[in-house]
Structure formats: C-alpha cells, structure tokens
C-alpha cells in the first residue's frame, strides 16, 4: 500500500494565495451589499443587551427590538444633524481661508521670484495653472463627495432595517449555525458566538467612550485657545479619532485651517501643541486602559488591516478593521492549525533573547 502523498508547500501557498485573492475580491465588487450587511450585524450586537432588558421586563420582543432601532436612529441622527448643521456656518470662514491662501501665495511668489532669480511672471503663470489643477480636482472631489453622501443615505436607510432583522430573526441563526457543526465542537463554536459578542460590545462602548474623552478634552482647549467652532472641530476630531493611527493626524487639519483663518500664525503652534499633548494623553493613557484591554492586537497589525480596510471599504472599512481582525484572532485561537495565524496578529511579546528555532545539536566526526 502506497504511503500518503503531502502536498507540497508550494501548493498550499499558491492555494492559500488565490484563495485570499477571491475572498477579497469578492469583498471589494460586493462592498454595496456586505458593507450594510456588517455594520448591522456589529450594532445588531451592541442592541442586543437593550432588546433582552426590555423583554425582561414583559415587554412584546417586536416592539422591543424597534424601540431600541429608534433609540440608536435617534443617537445617530442627532450627531449628524448636529455635525451638518454647525458645518452650515463655515460659509464665512471659508470666504477668509480662501483670501489668506490667496495673499499667502502671492508672498510666496514674490520671495520664490526674489530668492532664485525668477521673474515674477512664470512664477505667477505657475501658480495660476496650479490653482486651475487644484479647481479642478475640487470638482472630482465635490462629485465624489456627492456620491459617498448618497451612499451613507443609503446606509442610513438599509442599517436599521437589516439590523431589525437580525435582531429577529437571532434564534433562527444561532439555530443554523449550530446546524452547521458536529456536535461535539458545538462547546467551542459557543466560546467562539459569546467571545464574539463581548468582544463587539466591549470594544464598541470602550471606542464610545474614548471618542467622548478626546471630544471633551479637544474642546476644552479649544474654547481655551477661543478658537471659532470649537465643540464641532472636537467632535469631528474625535470621530476621525477613532480610525486607528490615521484619524489622530487628519483631525488636526482642520483646526489648524480654522486656527490660521481667524487667528494669528501663533494660535496655529498652540492647536498643533494642543493635539500633540491630546494624542499622547489618548495613545498611552486612554486606549491602553480602555480600548485596547478589549481587543488585543498589535500595532504592526493593525495599521495594516486598517489600509486594506480602506482599500476595500473605504473609510467605513477602516472604522470595522480592527473589530473584524479582532473576531477573526478569536477563530484563530480555537482552531489549532491557525493558532499561529492568531499569535501573530496578537500583542504577546516573546522575551527578548528567547531562543526561537532549536536546531539539533551537531554530531562531533
């Protein structure tokens, strides 16, 4: 009897690869579809505790499971509005940007014209063909603007009811998932479902609340700094805070340009001081003790994920690539040929100096 053949390594690694190929290919053409899908799917986890509250306490489970729908489109609701109505009244500030940009290159072309011996026409001629590139690529940017709004209207609109239906239609999918494995790895497919669902819920309200310590904190040294529209640039900050490692430096421009606009170039050091300080306070205070002691995955990982999730989602990606990875380590962790796939995205450190790779002991000729 012929012993059994092992595939070889190259096989598998070219399998594995087009596999990871087609699984996110199919991700990214199918982004309109499965995108509304997972964001139900998280906040339909994090209603969940509310629905079980209300039904302990006689209430129908239908009616239930739409009030805490109401609930998170009245919280959500209320943020946008917000937002969309403090951003109505930026029409002035922009109107002074523009001219300080304006008078800033005309300063910029006379020193440039001054300094390398240009005559000041082809300085100009360059700034006017830049500014004809930058218009536009505003109009790309305004039509592109216009295009994700229509696709967040339609998120706004698909979420709640896809999240009302997973809320409903949850012992029908806990059943089939159940369906789905023998019975005796049923025990961890339920470590795997409860893991999940804390971690989501954990994870999600220690964001919350990490997002409402960097508002506050933006905020009070922006009204400190009597920076114009200080509240709103600190919630927007805080919001773009949570994309990890990118969102902290986006969310300075703004300020900044505000800070520029209306005030003196010294106000801009101070804003730029402001949020270095706040970064530093949210990177080795906040997040360690709240955000990151849910989820345990490191740095290098993490800014990775947080690429592809752009790359394949957009900005929505980046927001669930660190939860996703997340549930994704806890699948890893239970199934033992992944195991190392799950050590690697997590944040344990072997020591320093630990010996690795154990290679035989030489035999003396």
């Known amino acids: 009897m012929d012993p059994v053949r092992k595939t070889p390594f190259v096989i598998i690694a070219a399998q594995v690869v087009v596999g990871l190929f087609i699984f996110f290919y199919i991700l990214y053409i199918g982004r309109d579809i ?16 509310l629905v079980n509250r209300l039904t302990q306490h006689r209430v129908n489970r239908v009616l239930a499971i739409f009030i805490a729908v109401i609930v998170m489109l009245l919280l959500i609701g209320g943020l946008i509005f917000f937002v969309i109505n403090q951003s109505m009244q930026f029409g002035d500030t922009l109107v002074t940007l523009e001219h300080k940009i304006n008078s800033m290159l005309q300063d910029v072309s006379a020193w440039a014209a001054k300094t390398f011996n240009v005559s000041r026409a082809k300085v100009n001629s360059w700034v006017v063909d830049t500014e004809n590139k930058q218009l536009n690529e505003s109009a790309a940017i ?17 979420i709640p009811v896809y999240v009302f239906m997973f809320l409903f239609y949850k012992p029908l999918l806990l059943d089939f998932i159940s369906r789905l494995f023998r019975r005796e790895s049923h025990e961890t497919v339920s470590e795997v479902l409860f893991e999940t669902k804390t971690l989501i819920q954990s994870y999600l309200v220690g964001l919350l609340l990490e997002a409402a310590i960097v508002a506050t904190l933006n905020a009070t040294g922006l009204l400190l700094l009597g920076i114009d529209y200080a509240i709103l640039l600190a919630i927007i900050g805080a919001l773009l805070n949570i994309i990890p490692y990118i969102g902290g430096i986006i969310a300075v421009v703004l300020p900044v340009l505000i800070a520029y606009t209306t005030k003196s170039p010294a106000y801009v050091v101070w804003v730029l001081i402001l949020y270095a300080v706040v970064q530093f306070i949210d990177n080795h205070y906040i997040v360690p003790k709240i955000v990151a002691s849910k989820v345990r995955i490191n740095a290098l990982m993490s800014i990775i994920v947080v690429f592809i999730g752009g790359a394949i989602w957009g900005v929505g990606g980046m927001f669930l690539s660190i939860p996703l990875t997340a549930i994704v380590k806890v699948i890893f962790d239970r199934i033992t040929p992944l195991k190392p796939w799950g050590f690697l995205l997590g944040d344990t450190m072997p020591p320093i100096g630990k010996t690795i790779f154990k290679t035989p002991p030489r035999v003396k000729k």
């Open 142 to 158: 305004v039509g592109q603007t216009l295009v994700t709004a229509t696709n967040i209207l339609k998120l706004f609109l698909l």
């Open 34 to 49: 499965i995108l509304p899908v997972v964001y139900a799917g998280v906040f339909a986890v994090l209603l969940n505790p």
